[in-house]
T-cell receptor
Framework: AQKITQTQPGMFVQEKEAVTLDCTYD???????LFWYKQPSSGEMIFLIY??????QNATEGRYSLNFQKARKSANLVISASQLGDSAMYFC???????????FGKGTSLLVTP | DVKVTQSSRYLVKRTGEKVFLECVQD?????MFWYRQDPGLGLRLIYF???????EKGDIPEGYSVSREKKERFSLILESASTNQTSMYLC?????????????FGPGTRLTVT
């Protein structure tokens, strides 16, 4: 069975600062994918970034980067130059090799302050 | 752009009523999912479908059923709504990328059962 752990229920960061949201996972699969989603107060889930288990380089998408440490089974999301609009819930998720559904962590609430 | 739509953003139903939540995607995705989201619990998979008329139970199928008669439409049915089914319901469809599945989400339906 797969398990995703997000240990930070809530985080604060000042505007323009960088912030790291933690995610660790547990799986016996050799091939898997890791995802981060953002959920603003409006409720929709917005895909941010994806990392495959065999990707050697850390994924980056604009201000988002994924710090993938396979041996430590961690996939932390780094948001650089935080903006007020980054205030939201953030979910780490994992896709198993042979299955179809995502396993989600419980989420981290990020608040960006002026 | 991929679009996943859900029939209602907000819904209020009475205990014992039969409730239908509809989800439609316009990108010809094979896989569709229903999740339930509760504070502090993250997203939990109720059912998923990988083809028309095919369905698989997720982690919390009790009290729910699903229907997929057409590829683009996946319905979640609460046979007899109960107050503990008050929650946010999210539908998703998925696209295969690089051997793994990225999911696109609808806006969510916030269901209240009184």
């Amino acid at each position: 069975a797969q398990k995703i752990t997000q240990t930070q229920p809530g985080m604060f960061v000042q505007e323009k600062e960088a912030v790291t949201l933690d995610c660790t996972y547990d799986t016996s699969d050799q091939s898997y994918g890791l995802f981060w989603y953002k959920q603003p107060s409006s409720g929709e889930m917005i895909f941010l970034i994806y990392q495959g288990s065999y990707d050697e380089q850390n994924a980056t998408e604009g201000r988002y980067s994924l710090n993938f440490q396979k041996a430590r089974k961690s996939a932390n999301l780094v948001i650089s130059a935080s903006q007020l609009g980054d205030s939201a819930m953030y979910f780490c998720a994992m896709s198993p090799n042979s299955g179809y559904a995502l396993n989600f962590g419980k989420g981290t609430s990020l608040l960006v302050t002026p | 752009d991929v679009k996943v739509t859900q029939s209602s953003r907000y819904l209020v139903k009475r205990t014992g009523e039969k409730v239908f939540l509809e989800c439609v995607q316009d990108m010809d995705h094979e896989n569709m999912f229903w999740y339930r989201q509760d504070p502090g619990l993250g997203l939990r998979l109720i059912y998923f479908s990988y083809d028309v008329k095919m369905k698989e139970k997720g982690d919390i199928p009790e009290g729910y059923s699903v229907s997929r008669e057409k590829k683009e439409r996946f319905s979640l049915i609460l046979e007899s709504a109960s107050t503990n089914q008050t929650s946010m319901y999210l539908c998703a469809s998925s696209l295969l990328i690089a051997g793994l599945y990225e999911q696109y989400f609808g806006p969510g339906t916030r269901l209240t059962v009184t």
